[in-house]
T-cell receptor, first 113, second 117 residues
Framework: ETGVTQSPTHLIKTRGQQVTLRCSSQ?????VSWYQQALGQGPQFIFQ???????GRGNFPPRFSGLQFPNYSSELNVNALELDDSALYLC????????????FGPGTRLTVT | DQQVKQNSPSLSVQEGRISILNCDYT??????FLWYKKYPAEGPTFLIS?????DKNEDGRFTVFLNKSAKHLSLHIVPSQPGDSAVYFC????????????????FGGGTRVLVKP
């Protein structure tokens, strides 16, 4: 069974740029959720995708957007990067939107300078 | 507004003894609770969960207790081992009754556990 994978591992961007982060869900899982973890804090829910549609969103501005593909992999896009966007971005997969146990990938560390 | 709080940022315990991690929540709509463990440079790993219809759930060395009236849950690790040294997060969701909004996990700020040999 393949776990959740994310790419890239690390990324450095400049304020104002755009970034795309990628996630492959665990085999058999059709739901992907994205979280942002700032230093010293717990992860914060960004949004969730189920069957290629957004299925719930946290308190993040519209410049955070996403996609889910037919193979259930997902992308997180962030436009107009700000310094406060520097964080660890975590992807989690589950078997359906009511799959309460979410399984996380290793994360992408984004640094905005 | 922090709906899930872990008031102890760190905990140090001797190997073989019990580790007790605490978590408080404010949203009475939460009906499912989870604990995750996180090592540096890795994503959180699911440990154990409990639904609001129970007050205790055990899995090997890990036991989670839920006190709904106090809006409090705790994780007991017995016996503690050096490999348990990590950051532990509690998380809550109201997925059982609000599935249409997806399974959004609300996390606490974490407790760093150090198990000394």
């Amino acid at each position: 069974e393949t776990g959740v994978t994310q790419s890239p591992t690390h990324l450095i961007k400049t304020r104002g740029q755009q970034v795309t982060l990628r996630c492959s869900s665990q085999s058999g899982h059709n739901t992907v959720s994205w979280y942002q973890q700032a230093l010293g804090q717990g992860p914060q829910f960004i949004f969730q995708y189920y069957r290629e549609e957004e299925n719930g969103r946290g308190n993040f501005p519209p410049r955070f957007s996403g996609l889910q593909f037919p193979n259930y992999s997902s992308e997180l896009n962030v436009n107009a990067l700000e310094l406060d966007d520097s964080a660890l971005y975590l992807c989690a997969s589950s078997s359906g939107p009511r799959g309460y146990e979410q399984y996380f990938g290793p994360g992408t560390r984004l640094t905005v300078t | 507004d922090q709906q899930v709080k872990q008031n102890s940022p760190s905990l140090s315990v001797q190997e073989g003894r019990i580790s007790i991690l605490n978590c408080d929540y404010t949203n009475s709509m939460f009906d499912y609770f989870l604990w995750y463990k996180k090592y540096p440079a890795e994503g959180p790993t699911f440990l154990i969960s409990i639904s609001s219809i129970k007050d205790k759930n055990e899995d090997g060395r890990f036991t989670v207790f839920l006190n709904k009236s106090a809006k409090h849950l705790s994780l007991h690790i017995v016996p503690s081992q050096p490999g348990d040294s990590a950051v532990y997060f509690c998380a809550a969701t109201f997925g059982l009754t609000h599935f249409e909004t997806g399974n959004k996990l609300t996390f606490g700020g974490g407790t760093r556990v150090l198990v000394k040999p």
